[in-house]
């Protein structure tokens, strides 16, 4: 397909975030888009601002005519668009051209020079960091979260050169060609789509196999190629590492070089694995690891990873995507590395009715390790209710006396009722929408600082 040649791209999910990132990079080139999405939100809005059009009611009589010409509009959907949507079965009944978000991704990328960030977590983080370091070389970034340092998941550039967070969902990374790759993680998720780990791992292997140059994995993963490691023996490892004043300072050593004091102000230890794949990545690409450094240091995070919403000696809030058990345990390990001394109180919505199941044992062990937990309702996402399968029996696993089932209505009463110094708002729902609701009480109420 010559995407030359197509005026109009029209998105269905275009509020999703991997989706967004793409209409952004057509609307940016001068293509007409415009889109539908099931409900309005700030990355819709802010696609608004830049002039496309969007609507939220599924219905044929809202697509603007001029996308109606199956010449001149190619069609973009999300995997999680149900069967039954109108929109899209219009498209698909008038044979228009229609491709899932993975197989223009891989179009637009496929004759770039490609460096792609694969894995279960850390993906995001690490592909934004790596977005960061290669803007110097005038690379495009299409990112899955909203980068602080650009408040945006595209990071525009040239054409020459692609960044890309390299989605294992509905094997979504099988449509891409990197030359570099990176894999973080491959902890079992996604069983509804892969029905078990070994065939998750199975597709990670097989992705590995399409990385035409360097594959770089985290030590220990069961694949061939350059590892790195914190604080252990590998062809990249971080070393030295402490803390001053509220960041990372630590040392890497390269297969041929020490780089020192590199200076990193996300906290948690596995963001200094972010960090030391995206280094490893741009310094296989051949970036010079001064360049690097500088970039490190001023790179600013990404929104709903560790946010900040409120920072004082008084009260934390934190914002985070968590949604697996271990992105969890990440958390819980960051906050009691930044506050030893705190309570924490940790609100916690799941995600999915599949994943809860599949992980439940995993999920109360991680939440248990706060002093205090408020846990939500299930956020269905995609999926149908599964009999049994609720909060009330993650709850009864949890292994806390401080432990409670909130709703969204009484969420800030409860939040006000603990004690805690830091609350920290996981989950990949519409908690993301609610921390806004908490954070504008909170600032309200007292005289505090984001």
Same mark, same amino acid.
């Given at each position: 397909?010559?995407?030359?040649?197509?005026?109009?791209?029209?998105?269905?999910?275009? *509020?999703?975030? /991997?989706?967004?990132?793409?209409?952004?990079?057509?609307?940016?080139?001068?293509?007409?888009?415009?889109? #539908?999405?099931?409900?309005?939100?700030?990355?819709?809005?802010?696609?608004? %601002?830049?002039?496309?059009?969007?609507?939220?009611?599924?219905?044929?009589?809202?697509?603007?005519?001029? +996308?109606?010409?199956? %010449?001149?509009?190619?069609?973009?959907?999300?995997?999680?668009?149900?069967?039954?949507?109108?929109?899209?079965?219009?498209?698909?009944?008038?044979?228009? $051209?229609?491709?899932?978000?993975? %197989?223009?991704?891989?179009?637009?990328?496929?004759?770039?020079?490609?460096?792609?960030?694969?894995? $279960?977590?850390?993906?995001?983080?690490?592909?934004?960091?790596? *977005?960061?370091?290669?803007?110097?070389?005038?690379?495009?970034? +299409?990112?899955? /979260?909203?980068?602080?340092?650009?408040?945006?998941?595209?990071?525009?550039?040239?054409?020459?050169?692609?960044?890309?967070?390299?989605?294992?969902?509905?094997?979504?990374?099988?449509?891409?060609?990197?030359?570099?790759?990176?894999?973080?993680?491959?902890?079992?998720?996604?069983?509804?789509? #892969?029905?078990?780990?070994?065939?998750?791992?199975?597709?990670?292997?097989?992705?590995?196999?399409?990385?035409?140059? $360097?594959?770089?994995?985290?030590?220990?993963?069961?694949?061939?190629?350059?590892? =790195?490691?914190?604080?252990?023996?590998?062809?990249?490892?971080?070393?030295?590492?402490?803390?001053?004043? /509220?960041?990372?300072?630590?040392?890497?050593?390269?297969?041929?070089?020490?780089?020192?004091?590199?200076?990193?102000?996300?906290?948690?230890?596995?963001?200094?694995?972010?960090?030391?794949?995206?280094?490893?990545?741009?310094?296989?690409?051949?970036?010079?690891?001064?360049?690097?450094?500088?970039?490190?240091?001023? +790179?600013? *995070?990404?929104?709903?990873?560790?946010?900040?919403?409120?920072? $004082?000696?008084?009260?934390?809030?934190?914002?985070?995507?968590?949604?697996?058990?271990?992105?969890?345990?990440?958390?819980?390990?960051?906050?009691?590395?930044?506050?030893?001394?705190?309570?924490?109180?940790?609100?916690?919505?799941?995600?999915?009715?599949?994943?809860?199941?599949?992980?439940?044992?995993?999920?109360?062990?991680?939440?248990?390790?706060?002093?205090?937990?408020?846990?939500?309702?299930? =956020?269905?996402?995609?999926?149908?209710?599964?009999? /049994?399968?609720?909060?009330?029996?993650?709850?009864?696993?949890?292994?806390?006396?401080?432990?409670?089932?909130?709703?969204?209505?009484?969420?800030?009463?409860?939040?006000?009722?603990?004690?805690?110094?830091?609350?920290?708002?996981?989950?990949?729902?519409?908690?993301?929408?609610?921390?806004?609701?908490?954070?504008?009480?909170?600032?309200?109420?007292?005289?505090? %600082?984001?």
């Amino acid at each position: 397909m010559n995407l030359d040649h197509i005026h109009n791209i029209y998105f269905i999910g275009i *509020g999703g975030i /991997g989706m967004s990132a793409i209409a952004r990079y057509f609307a940016a080139n001068g293509k007409l888009v415009a889109g #539908y999405d099931k409900t309005p939100s700030q990355v819709t809005a802010d696609l608004e %601002e830049l002039g496309v059009s969007i609507h939220f009611d599924d219905a044929i009589k809202n697509i603007p005519s001029s +996308f109606l010409n199956k %010449e001149e509009t190619l069609v973009v959907f999300t995997p999680a668009v149900p069967k039954n949507h109108v929109e899209f079965n219009y498209f698909l009944d008038h044979n228009f $051209t229609v491709l899932k978000r993975a %197989e223009i991704l891989g179009k637009i990328t496929a004759n770039t020079f490609c460096l792609a960030v694969a894995g $279960t977590h850390g993906k995001t983080t690490t592909s934004s960091i790596l *977005g960061h370091i290669m803007n110097q070389e005038k690379a495009t970034s +299409f990112l899955g /979260g909203i980068a602080e340092n650009y408040n945006s998941n595209l990071i525009l550039g040239e054409d020459k050169i692609s960044v890309v967070e390299a989605d294992e969902f509905d094997r979504s990374f099988m449509q891409l060609s990197p030359n570099i790759a990176c894999i973080t993680s491959m902890d079992a998720d996604h069983l509804d789509i #892969y029905g078990d780990a070994k065939e998750l791992e199975k597709t990670f292997v097989d992705f590995s196999k399409k990385v035409s140059g $360097t594959l770089i994995i985290a030590k220990g993963l069961p694949l061939e190629g350059l590892t =790195y490691a914190v604080n252990e023996d590998a062809d990249y490892t971080a070393f030295n590492v402490k803390i001053e004043s /509220g960041k990372y300072i630590f040392d890497v050593q390269t297969p041929s070089e020490i780089i020192k004091n590199i200076e990193f102000h996300l906290p948690g230890k596995h963001n200094v694995m972010n960090a030391l794949a995206a280094l490893a990545m741009a310094n296989v690409y051949g970036v010079s690891l001064e360049n690097i450094k500088q970039s490190l240091s001023t +790179f600013k *995070g990404v929104k709903r990873r560790f946010s900040y919403k409120i920072k $004082t000696a008084d009260f934390v809030l934190i914002d985070d995507y968590a949604h697996h058990p271990t992105e969890i345990n990440a958390v819980e390990h960051s906050v009691r590395e930044m506050y030893p001394s705190e309570k924490v109180l940790v609100v916690f919505q799941p995600h999915l009715f599949s994943r809860t199941r599949d992980f439940i044992d995993d999920f109360a062990a991680a939440l248990s390790k706060f002093d205090e937990v408020l846990l939500l309702d299930i =956020y269905p996402a995609r999926e149908l209710p599964i009999p /049994g399968v609720d909060s009330n029996w993650l709850l009864s696993k949890i292994n806390n006396k401080h432990k409670k089932l909130t709703q969204k209505n009484n969420l800030l009463k409860d939040i006000k009722n603990s004690s805690a110094k830091v609350v920290a708002m996981l989950g990949a729902g519409d908690i993301g929408v609610m921390i806004n609701e908490v954070t504008n009480h909170f600032l309200k109420a007292d005289d505090y %600082e984001v």
